[in-house]
């Protein structure tokens, strides 16, 4: 399963929607999550992938494709490393 | 879940309005009985303090577990999970995923105590948020209400778990065998509602529950139904204006006889024998009431302004949640709920 489909993952069991409908153009309110779903998920992604994300960053997150491109950016990153 | 014949109660001493002093007193309080053990959560240097200014007698099972953030009033219940993981509440709620306690009681942030209990110790397996239920005790003493506030805006499914909830409710504290559910709206016809009721009243009825439909604001002190469903910000507001009624009437009463002193006299004390009993908060204190409903283990929320004796009554009612296996008892109504059956 690569980066995408494994944050889709996270974010469909979390908020509990199918995940069928999360594209990369959806935002978090599009598919209903608050903010402890958003939580959630960015705690979830952090322990799956190993990394940190800052606040500063996941504020930036217009939806969820900018999510999966920063993740897979930085698990690039650190297989470089 | 007993650990030597004793329940394990972690007790977030940083939480409430009159935290540390109120919540340590009430803590010792609780121990005082032979089937509990305390662990006070929160910084050792505080609580050794508190402790050392109450009387503790021999044997008494009370311990100090380190905690060395606190979450405040002001900051975001959210901020539980990435700033603050190891202030009380999140670690007395880690203390009971990994066995080391049975139950968490806090009177602090309900919203942080909420947000320690879904990230540390996890929902039971298919509920999304936890929920308060609540019974309406006197008026109609076979009748409970889900959700009583914890999840303001709700998702359509959420009010198939708000119906499981105050259904394991009804058959362990009210000893109803196959409880009537019913869905609060505007009106009894299936198309009433907003969106979300709308959309639940259609998982409900299809859910192989015991749904009988919607029922309206002024069916539910009749006992229609033995579950009463709605969304955390109607329940909330039900609540109030419910526990309200009672002090509101003995006023109105008490102006209106003003000119009859024995007949007002009268009165005044037939609503102070009558009216207590309206007070949902008060009547499920004793049952089931502030318990997070859903969580993956036992977490008692007290109230903010809890003084020592509420505090142990809400260790004691931890303690009976324990007893009744509410946890436990929800999973296996889930699972039967799974397979399609009551």
């Given at each position: 399963m690569?980066?995408?489909e494994?944050i889709?993952?996270?974010?469909?069991?979390?908020?509990h929607?199918?995940?069928?409908?999360?594209?990369?153009?959806?935002?978090?309110?599009e598919?209903?999550a608050?903010?402890l779903?958003?939580?959630?998920?960015?705690?979830?992604?952090?322990?799956?992938?190993?990394i940190?994300?800052?606040?500063?960053?996941?504020?930036?997150?217009?939806?969820?494709?900018?999510?999966?491109?920063?993740v897979?950016?930085?698990?690039?990153?650190?297989?470089?490393v | 879940?007993?650990?030597?014949?004793k329940?394990?109660?972690?007790?977030?001493a940083?939480?409430?309005?009159?935290?540390?002093?109120?919540?340590v007193?009430?803590?010792?309080?609780?121990?005082?009985?032979?089937?509990?053990?305390?662990?006070?959560?929160?910084?050792i240097?505080?609580?050794?303090?508190?402790?050392?200014s109450?009387?503790?007698?021999?044997?008494?099972s009370?311990?100090i577990?380190?905690?060395?953030?606190?979450?405040r009033?002001?900051?975001?219940?959210?901020?539980?999970?990435?700033r603050?993981?190891?202030?009380?509440?999140?670690?007395?709620?880690?203390?009971?995923k990994?066995?080391?306690?049975?139950?968490?009681?806090?009177?602090?942030?309900?919203?942080?105590?909420?947000?320690?209990?879904?990230?540390?110790m996890g929902?039971?397996?298919?509920?999304?948020?936890?929920a308060?239920v609540?019974?309406?005790?006197?008026?109609?003493?076979?009748?409970?209400?889900?959700?009583?506030?914890?999840?303001?805006?709700?998702?359509?499914?959420?009010y198939l778990?708000?119906?499981?909830?105050?259904?394991?409710?009804?058959?362990?504290?009210?000893?109803?065998?196959?409880?009537?559910?019913?869905?609060?709206?505007?009106?009894?016809?299936d198309?009433?509602?907003?969106?979300a009721?709308?959309?639940?009243?259609?998982l409900?009825?299809?859910?192989?529950l015991?749904?009988?439909?919607?029922?309206e604001?002024?069916?539910i002190?009749?006992?229609?139904?033995?579950?009463i469903?709605?969304?955390?910000?109607?329940g909330?507001?039900?609540?109030?204006?419910?526990?309200?009624?009672?002090?509101?009437?003995?006023?109105w009463?008490?102006?209106?006889?003003?000119?009859?002193?024995?007949?007002?006299?009268?009165?005044?004390?037939?609503?102070?024998?009558l009216?207590?009993?309206?007070?949902?908060?008060?009547?499920?204190?004793r049952?089931?009431?502030?318990?997070?409903?859903?969580?993956?283990?036992?977490?008692?929320?007290a109230?903010?302004?809890?003084?020592?004796?509420q505090?142990a009554?809400?260790?004691?009612?931890?303690?009976?949640?324990?007893?009744a296996?509410?946890?436990?008892?929800?999973?296996?109504?889930?699972?039967?709920?799974?397979?399609g059956?009551?």
């Amino acid at each position: 399963m690569n980066v995408e489909e494994q944050i889709r993952e996270i974010v469909a069991r979390i908020t509990h929607v199918d995940k069928s409908i999360i594209t990369r153009e959806s935002t978090f309110k599009e598919i209903k999550a608050d903010s402890l779903d958003i939580v959630q998920a960015l705690v979830a992604v952090e322990e799956t992938f190993g990394i940190e994300i800052p606040d500063e960053d996941a504020q930036k997150f217009r939806n969820f494709g900018d999510f999966v491109s920063y993740v897979e950016n930085r698990v690039a990153q650190k297989e470089t490393v | 879940m007993v650990h030597n014949g004793k329940i394990r109660v972690a007790v977030d001493a940083m939480g409430g309005d009159y935290a540390p002093q109120e919540v340590v007193k009430g803590a010792v309080l609780a121990a005082q009985k032979d089937d509990v053990e305390i662990f006070l959560v929160g910084p050792i240097d505080v609580l050794k303090r508190e402790l050392a200014s109450c009387k503790l007698r021999n044997g008494t099972s009370i311990h100090i577990v380190e905690a060395d953030q606190v979450i405040r009033e002001d900051e975001s219940p959210v901020d539980v999970i990435r700033r603050k993981p190891n202030c009380s509440v999140a670690v007395a709620a880690r203390m009971v995923k990994s066995g080391q306690a049975d139950a968490l009681v806090s009177a602090g942030s309900t919203g942080a105590a909420a947000i320690s209990a879904i990230q540390f110790m996890g929902m039971v397996d298919g509920v999304y948020r936890p929920a308060l239920v609540g019974s309406f005790g006197s008026f109609a003493p076979n009748t409970v209400i889900v959700d009583l506030g914890a999840n303001v805006d709700c998702k359509p499914h959420q009010y198939l778990d708000f119906a499981i909830a105050g259904s394991v409710y009804a058959k362990r504290f009210l000893g109803i065998a196959d409880p009537k559910i019913a869905l609060l709206s505007t009106g009894s016809e299936d198309t009433k509602g907003n969106d979300a009721v709308r959309q639940a009243h259609a998982l409900l009825k299809n859910s192989g529950l015991n749904f009988i439909g919607n029922i309206e604001g002024g069916d539910i002190l009749r006992g229609k139904a033995n579950v009463i469903v709605c969304d955390g910000f109607v329940g909330n507001v039900l609540l109030k204006f419910y526990e309200s009624i009672g002090d509101h009437a003995k006023e109105w009463t008490q102006h209106k006889l003003r000119r009859h002193p024995p007949l007002r006299a009268l009165v005044g004390l037939l609503f102070d024998k009558l009216f207590p009993s309206t007070r949902i908060a008060g009547e499920s204190e004793r049952r089931g009431g502030g318990i997070l409903w859903g969580v993956d283990g036992v977490v008692r929320i007290a109230h903010g302004a809890s003084r020592a004796p509420q505090i142990a009554n809400a260790i004691e009612s931890a303690k009976e949640a324990v007893r009744a296996d509410i946890v436990g008892t929800m999973r296996s109504e889930l699972a039967k709920f799974k397979q399609g059956g009551k």
